[in-house]
């Protein structure tokens, strides 16, 4: 029993993976940072095609990397202010602040 277990978590954690969608590389527009979450806006339109209702844009919850959001946050910036370009892998979508659902990032990669 706890071999079919065993193989049906892995099943599982490997269909989630395999479901990333990735960005390409985009320029960053700009950034918008909050108490609670910072923005990355897309200066390039949609980074995904997921089914996301707002592509343009993707917002990092503090509450949703609660040991990476400063480094993230810091590749942003530093892409931002570099003039370079960024790249994203997405596992879906998630609701964003102006009640429309945005490309939730799983992470962020300087071009």
Request: charged share 15%; with cysteine.
């Amino acid at each position: 029993m706890l071999k079919r277990l065993t193989i049906i978590a892995l099943l599982g954690a490997f269909s989630q993976n395999s479901a990333a969608v990735g960005s390409g590389d985009f320029n960053v527009l700009r950034v918008e940072v909050t108490d609670t979450f910072f923005t990355v806006y897309s200066a390039s339109g949609a980074v995904t095609n997921d089914n996301c209702q707002d592509g343009t844009k993707v917002v990092f919850w503090r509450s949703d990397y609660p040991s990476g959001y400063d480094s993230m946050l810091s590749t942003a910036l530093a892409a931002h202010m570099g003039g370079k370009k960024i790249s994203m892998w997405f596992s879906g979508c998630k609701a964003g602040p102006w009640g429309s659902t945005l490309p939730k990032a799983e992470s962020i990669v300087i071009k």
